[in-house]
């Protein structure tokens, strides 16, 4: 079971990583204002650094760095979902964004996407 959910997890922040160059728009428009100046760097290397932990998932040699690097980005993402929870309503695309659905991102589903990469340590 872990090794599915380990291939999952490669797959998922591989897609993620290469959707930041594929669109930058979906993401840089979560950006604080205070970060607005460096979007679209910020874009660029969390796209980077999901490809790369995703590719040292691949090797047990790599892979709890990746692990924990996995965690530490997910914590700099945070900035982002709250402030998805002030802008209040808006669309990603054909998507409705809430408040609510901001707060199940924050309180929910981070936690769940650390404990997930947490959960596959010593895989």
Known sequence: MKGLLLIIMVAFYLFAGFYHFKNPGFYTTFFPPYLHKWAATLNILA???EIVLAIGLCFSATRNWAIYG???????FIP????MIQLGHFKIG???MTPMIGWVRLLILQPLLMAWAWYLKNV
Do not use: E, R
């Not at 965690?71 to 700099?76: D, F, G, N, R």
């Open 94 to 96: 054909s998507f409705q």
């Open 70 to 76: 996995i965690i530490a980005m997910l914590i700099a």
């Open 47 to 49: 796209g980077i650094a």
């Open 80 to 83: 982002a979902h709250i402030y």
